[in-house]
């Protein structure tokens, strides 16, 4: 697969196949063995998130560049119900859904950049990036 | 979907995961184990994660609820193989898995159960 790519999240093995790509990305970015590990995480928490909460989404997996640096960009998105309370959606703990509550917290600490944008209705759009070092 | 065998080794449950699961196999291996424990009157469960690139919040769980239930059945359980970069991740992801044994290797793991249980009949005979 090229990137960028938009890959459909659906169903159980998409979020495998999600994972499987950006790891593929990962590598190709340069990103370290734990760094790989980290964004992959990362992603596999996003993707359950949009097919748990919002019945589907998708994610668009690129190489962005900044100056010499090249880093992995994933950008969620979905049109389920939307976070209500953002900032109480990224409190460790936090579930609605009888999770652990680390999805979102945990994937914000893995990733060097994390941005949510949502709102009641409006679906979920999440952007996080990992740069190589 | 696919279903990860349960091996059975004298009284230990070995499981050991080789592929990318997704999360309604992980589901179905919990149960699995639960069961086997039940009908075996297993002492042990080594659980193989040596092959596994990422253990995320769904996998994380699992891991701690079969070390949870195989508690309450009296049986110990040994998360083995763990690869560096996935114990840095799972910490920062926020999971400690505090409850779950873990050996470097299969080997390791073995050992820990044999201690374990050398223990558990020192203590009712002390
Ligand atoms: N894409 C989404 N759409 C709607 N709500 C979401 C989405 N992602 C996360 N949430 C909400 O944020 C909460 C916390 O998510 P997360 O940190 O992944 O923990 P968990 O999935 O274990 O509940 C969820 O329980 C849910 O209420
Ligand atoms: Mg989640």
Known sequence: ???????????????????????TVAVDVGLSLVDQTKVVTAASELARNALVYAG??????????NGIRRGLRLTFSDDGPGIPDIERALTDGWTTGGGLG?????????????????????GTLITVTKWAR | MDRVP?????????????????????????EDLADQVVATGARGVIIDITAV????????????????????????????????AVA???????????????ALNLEKGVALLNHLEGSKIASVTR
């Open chain 1, 1 to 23: 697969m090229t990137t960028p790519a938009t890959l459909p999240v659906t169903s159980n093995s998409d979020v495998v196949l999600v994972r499987q790509h950006v790891r």
């Open chain 1, 56 to 65: 589907g989404g998708r994610v668009r997996v690129e190489i962005v560049h």
């Open chain 1, 102 to 122: 680390l999805g979102l917290s945990g994937s914000r600490r893995l990733v060097d950049e994390f941005d949510v944008r949502s709102a009641p209705g409006e």
């Open chain 2, 6 to 30: 349960v091996l059975k080794l004298g009284d230990i449950l070995i499981v050991s995961i080789q592929i990318d699961l997704q999360d309604q196999s992980v589901l179905a291996l919990q």
């Open chain 2, 53 to 84: 690139e990422i253990v995320d919040s769904f996998i994380g769980r699992m891991l701690a609820t079969i070390a949870a239930i195989s508690r309450m059945l009296d049986a110990d359980t040994v998360v083995v193989g763990m690869r560096p």
């Open chain 2, 88 to 102: 840095i991740t799972l910490v920062e992801l926020g999971l400690s898995l505090g409850g779950v044994r873990t």
